[in-house]
T-cell receptor, first 110, second 113 residues
Framework: NAGVTQTPKFQVLKTGQSMTLQCAQDMNHEYMSWYRQDPGMGLRLIHYSVGAGITDQGEVPNGYNVSRSTTEDFPLRLLSAAPSQTSVYFC?????????FGPGTRLTVT | GENVEQHPSTLSVQEGDSAVIKCTYSDSASNYFPWYKQELGKRPQLIIDIRSNVGEKKDQRIAVTLNKTAKHFSLHITETQPEDSAVYFCAASRNNAGNMLTFGGGTRLMVKP
């Protein structure tokens, strides 16, 4: 099993650009989430999904959209990038025992 | 919403000593409490978790205790080794599936040889 995979690993955007961070899991987990981690801080929940077709907002959802058309995939869209969205983004999946994180995407917005 | 506070923010111990990290939470409905270890530039990795129907859980050199009345939980690492050096995060959730986590701010543990 590959577990949770994310692409790209690194990305630089200009203010106002849009992009999609990809996330996929092959563990057949029902739940998937996106977190962001700013330097020296803990992770904060952006959006989550409890199954295909169902998504909801976390603690810091503004400026991000998600969709969940399949169990495996949970992309995160930045609509109009801002410097405040510079962060490391982690996708995670879970079933009954805790979040399992992907390797992360380091995003810089200039 | 939930608020999780973690102390200390940095902890330095000699190899072989014990390390204790403490967290408090605010939401009495939280019932799942995991601990994650994050090495520099890597993803957080789950090292141990505890649910609200249990007071203590051990896994080799690592143990976690939970006091639901006081709304605090702690991570104990015994016989620390240099490879234990990392940032440790506590978290809390209302969801038994272990998602929708609220994280503490992290503790940087340094184990000196």
């Amino acid at each position: 099993n590959a577990g949770v995979t994310q692409t790209p690993k690194f990305q630089v955007l200009k203010t106002g650009q849009s992009m999609t961070l990809q996330c996929a899991q092959d563990m057949n987990h029902e739940y998937m989430s996106w977190y962001r981690q700013d330097p020296g801080m803990g992770l904060r929940l952006i959006h989550y999904s409890v199954g295909a077709g169902i998504t909801d907002q976390g603690e810091v959802p503004n400026g991000y959209n998600v969709s969940r058309s399949t169990t495996e995939d949970f992309p995160l869209r930045l609509l109009s990038a801002a410097p405040s969205q510079t962060s490391v983004y982690f996708c995670a999946s879970s079933s009954t025992g805790g979040e399992y994180f992907g390797p992360g995407t380091r995003l810089t917005v200039t | 919403g939930e608020n999780v506070e973690q102390h200390p923010s940095t902890l330095s111990v000699q190899e072989g000593d014990s390390a204790v990290i403490k967290c408090t939470y605010s939401d009495s409905a939280s019932n799942y409490f995991p601990w994650y270890k994050q090495e520099l530039g890597k993803r957080p990795q789950l090292i141990i978790d505890i649910r609200s129907n249990v007071g203590e859980k051990k896994d080799q050199r690592i143990a976690v205790t939970l006091n639901k009345t006081a709304k605090h939980f702690s991570l104990h690492i015994t016989e620390t080794q240099p490879e234990d050096s990392a940032v440790y995060f506590c978290a809390a959730s209302r969801n038994n599936a272990g998602n929708m986590l609220t994280f503490g701010g992290g503790t940087r543990l340094m184990v000196k040889p």
